[in-house]
């Protein structure tokens, strides 16, 4: 006569348990899987830009070569610095210490209209829905000496800008206040009044005669 081992079921207690420690496994597998990726990524550098699918078509050497040459040969140009850097591209131009406000006015439109001929605004500097583009900044100045800023006459400063989202460019004077009157209210705020620091010394003066009696 044959006897068959009977098979031993696991009770349910058991089977909960079971089921509650694997629950509990599966994120701690996780969080050390994680924990171990990153061990063995620190100190390796993440190369990319965050321009990337931006700025295309890409401003090359040879554009900035050929730009220079162009705005060079403007008018009263002395001095020409051309930086492109970060998604924008800076111009800065020294011009003659006599130009008027309306010659350099001109100057900067001429500037930017040298800029668009060899860099198309509408491809170069104007966004898309998928992808940026440069920002432009067209720095113009005169350098008169020490004495002569303030001045009517004195330092002009104008500066035209386009950020790759707007759709035209504005331009700002950065050598003239736009409210002269609040700037000269804050200017007089800033000097000490006529007399004052007189009757200062007076009242110090008189203070310490005072102490010695």
Known sequence: MSTKKEKKKLS??????????????????????????????????????????????????????????KLDALSSVENLEVVLSQGQLRIFIDTVDTLSEEQVDSLLTSAYNAVNSE??????????????????????????????IGDDAGRQYKLLHKNSAEETYGIDDLAH?????????????????????????????AEGESTGE
Do not use: H, W
Request: proline share 7%; hydrophobic share 40%; charged share 20%.
């Open 12 to 69: 349910r207690s058991a089977i909960v348990l079971i089921v509650g420690l694997i629950i509990i496994a599966i994120p701690i597998c996780i969080f050390v899987g994680i924990l171990g990726i990153s061990a063995m990524q620190t100190g390796t550098p993440r190369e990319g830009s965050r321009f990337d699918g931006d700025l295309d078509p890409a401003i090359t050497d040879a554009n900035i070569e050929s730009l220079k040459t």
């Open 119 to 148: 860099l198309p605004i509408s491809t170069y500097f104007t966004a898309t829905e998928s992808k940026k583009m440069y920002d432009l900044q067209i720095n113009i100045y005169t350098s008169p000496t020490a004495s002569e």
């Open 177 to 205: 206040p736009k409210d002269p009157a609040l700037a000269a209210e804050l200017e007089g705020l800033n000097e000490t009044p006529a007399g004052a620091e007189g009757e200062t010394a007076e009242g110090e003066t």
